[in-house]
């Protein structure tokens, strides 16, 4: 039987949990089991944790994001919080299981899982065929898509990660980034200033040197 939208989210509600976590810390979540989060205010980061405390950042988070944290196995994973966040956190089969009675609202979780695949995909060939600087103008292409608010022409951005955040999420070194940015601000692409702002002056040059695939037509 399928429930209205008012009873699915009173269950959702009631096997949910709130977590409020500060910038810099770790929110807690049960690793023992699979979980889904809703990032409902704030920004976070995925980190992955492999033998010997090495630390691999899988994907960074914002508001209205909905993240699958597997349990704890070869790798264990923590959300680490980039700004003041709140978090929602479900138990993936329970959650899964409430929202089969709502077939509307399990297609619209069912679109965010898959944009979330393509970008880890994209990720993927990112680290393994891209070049530092295609890498870095993909980075910028994707936070426009997900941050960005336009300003005239450009875009801007204030970037709630590290430059260092950055540089381990592309598998790059802090100052490979840096001489980076240096050439796209030479190239007029980019401009900066402070520790996070950024403004994309030419959106479509960058993305063209973001080297994305097309769609064979």
């Known amino acids: 039987p399928t429930g209205t939208?008012?009873?699915?989210?009173?269950?959702?509600?009631?096997?949910?949990?709130l977590v409020s976590t500060k910038?810099?810390?770790?929110?807690?979540?049960?690793?023992?089991?699979d979980q889904m989060v809703y990032v409902s205010r704030g920004a976070t980061k995925l980190v992955a944790i492999a033998s010997e405390g090495r630390e691999q950042i899988v994907a960074f988070h914002?508001?209205?994001?909905?993240i699958s944290?597997?349990?704890?196995?070869?790798?264990?994973?923590?959300?680490r919080a980039l700004v003041d966040s709140q978090l929602l956190t479900f138990p993936t089969r329970e959650?899964?299981?409430?929202?089969?009675?709502?077939?509307?609202?399990m297609r619209q979780v069912l679109d965010r899982v898959m944009i979330a695949l393509h970008r880890s995909r994209d990720k993927?060939?990112?680290?393994?065929?891209?070049?530092?600087?295609?890498?870095?103008?993909?980075?910028?292409?994707g936070m426009a898509e997900r941050i960005g608010r336009m300003d005239g022409k450009a875009c801007a951005l204030d970037l709630p990660m590290s430059r260092k955040d950055i540089a381990d999420a592309l598998g790059l070194t802090i100052e490979t980034v840096s001489r980076q940015l240096g050439r796209?601000?030479?190239?007029?692409?980019i401009e900066t200033s402070g520790r996070s702002g950024v403004r994309l002056l030419q959106p479509h040059a960058l993305e063209a040197r973001a080297a994305h695939f097309r769609l064979a037509g």
């Open 62 to 66: 914002f508001a209205g994001d909905l």
């Open 69 to 79: 944290v597997p349990a704890s196995a070869q790798h264990s994973y923590s959300l």
């Open 23 to 33: 910038r810099g810390a770790r929110a807690y979540i049960d690793p023992a089991v």
């Open 5 to 17: 939208p008012e009873e699915i989210m009173a269950e959702l509600m009631a096997i949910g949990h």
């Open 124 to 141: 993927a060939v990112g680290l393994g065929r891209k070049t530092a600087e295609e890498r870095l103008a993909s980075f910028f292409v």
């Open 184 to 189: 796209l601000r030479e190239l007029g692409l």
């Open 95 to 105: 959650f899964v299981s409430c929202l089969e009675r709502a077939p509307a609202v």
